[in-house]
């Protein structure tokens, strides 16, 4: 009950542009790990939610609330309806010669320490046979330069991290880099982004799902990392 009503004292301090409804919050309670509030806004673009242990707030940012490069243009890109996104949708990239996703944050952040992440997956599961499969065949470029991550506050910290996207088959949560909030009553804007703007080649066959924002040190037992 006190990480419940935790919960609701930060949803109350959001910034009010996300028209918060806390009519609409949900508690899971009993042996879940964590109590979701359930706020969605934005149109349900945006999770919060109160781990059950420790009572830090973590958050899930939809793909469709960051600006894509050449998202509306279907050569390149396509929106996938797919149960292993909790918003239901993933941007899938198909191919493209420049890659720039981003996205910004406003937020009364409780204080702390926070990490960032990158939810992506190389190659477009579905379902046959009722069995899980990866398609591969649209996956390349991703071995001839490293994709540079960004995050950056308000508050001027900065974190930088670059990968070489692998592990076709599988949500990787590719870290970004953790951030510092002293004081929870002040407005800190974040800014977030993934690019990978080396034109000499194409790249394509990955799936966005969305940023993550977690208490540093978090984890989960089916959570896949990868740290610098």
């Keep these: 009950e006190e990480i419940f009503c935790r919960g609701v004292r930060f949803a109350s301090r959001f910034n009010p542009k996300f028209s918060i409804n806390l009519g609409s919050i949900l508690a899971k309670v009993g042996n ?16 919060f939610w109160i781990e059950k242990n420790k009572g830090g707030l973590c958050m899930s940012i939809s793909s469709k609330a960051m600006a ?13 309806v797919t149960e292993e996104s909790r918003f239901h949708s993933v941007a899938y990239l198909q191919q493209i010669w420049w890659l720039e996703v981003g996205g910004e944050l406003d937020f009364c952040f409780p204080a702390g320490s926070y990490s960032l992440f990158f939810r992506l ?7 046959r046979m009722g069995r899980r499969v990866c398609g591969t065949e649209l996956i390349h ?14 508050d001027e ?24 909030i ?12 993934m690019m990978q703007i080396d ?29 610098m």
């Design 199 to 227: 034109c000499t080649h194409t790249k394509g066959g990955l799936c966005v799902d969305s940023v993550a924002i977690y208490p540093k040190g978090y984890r989960r037992e089916n959570m896949n990392m990868v740290y």
């Design 157 to 180: 910290q900065q974190a930088t991290s670059e990968y070489y996207l692998d592990g076709p088959g599988s949500w990787i949560l590719y870290h970004v880099g953790d951030f510092v």
């Design 68 to 80: 894509i490069t050449g998202i509306d243009d279907r050569r390149y890109w396509s929106h996938l």
């Design 32 to 47: 879940s790990e964590h109590f979701l509030v359930d706020l969605r806004p934005a149109g349900g673009r945006k999770e």
């Design 141 to 154: 470029g991703w071995d001839a330069r490293p994709t540079r991550f960004q995050l950056s506050t308000s």
């Design 182 to 193: 002293s004081n929870s009553d002040e407005l800190t804007s974040l800014k977030y982004s």
């Design 121 to 127: 997956h190389l190659g477009r599961a579905h379902r």
